[in-house]
C-alpha cells in the first residue's frame, strides 16, 4: 500500500506561484509513474501533468503546458508540481496519484482510471 500526503495549496492571487508536494510513504514509488489531477467545483476531475519513474518522460494537459512542471526526487519519495502565472481558472482541488503495475514497465496513462493510489488533495484557490 501507498499512502499519498499533498501539501502546498493555498489561495494565491492571478499571476501567482504555488508549488505543491506529493509525499509517499508505505513504500518506495521510485519506479512509479505519478500524476497530478485536478477537479473544479462542478466539473469532472481532469488530468493535469504525469511523470514517468526517472523524471525523463513527462506530459502536461494543454490548459497548463508551460505554466506548470511536473518534478520528482526519488531519494525524498516526493513528487512535485511548480505552478506558475496562476489564473482563477486554476482553482480546483489538487490530487497526486500511483499509477501503480509492473515498476520501471508500465506506460504513461493519462486516465484516472488507471490510478490505484490517491491522496487525499490540496485546495488551490486563484483570485483575479
Known amino acids: 500500500q501507498v499512502q499519498l500526503v499533498e501539501s502546498g495549496g493555498g489561495l494565491m492571487q492571478a499571476g501567482g506561484s504555488l508549488r505543491l508536494s506529493c509525499a509517499a510513504s508505505?513504500?518506495?514509488?521510485?519506479?512509479?509513474?505519478v500524476a497530478w489531477f485536478r477537479q473544479a467545483p462542478g466539473k469532472e476531475r481532469e488530468f493535469v501533468a504525469v511523470?514517468?519513474?526517472?523524471?525523463?518522460?513527462?506530459e502536461y494537459a494543454d490548459s497548463v503546458k508551460g505554466r506548470f512542471t511536473i518534478a520528482r526526487d526519488n531519494a525524498k519519495n516526493t513528487v512535485y508540481l511548480q505552478m506558475n502565472s496562476l489564473t482563477p481558472d486554476d482553482t480546483a482541488v489538487y490530487y497526486c496519484?500511483?499509477?501503480?503495475?509492473?515498476?520501471?514497465?508500465?506506460?504513461?496513462?493519462?486516465?484516472?482510471?488507471?490510478?490505484?493510489?490517491w491522496g487525499q488533495g490540496t485546495q488551490v484557490t486563484v483570485s483575479s
Open positions: 508505505g513504500r518506495t514509488i521510485s519506479g512509479e509513474i
Open positions: 511523470i514517468n519513474w526517472s523524471g525523463g518522460t513527462t
Open positions: 496519484a500511483v499509477q501503480g503495475g509492473l515498476a520501471y514497465y508500465t506506460a504513461i496513462s493519462l486516465d484516472g482510471a488507471s490510478y490505484n493510489w
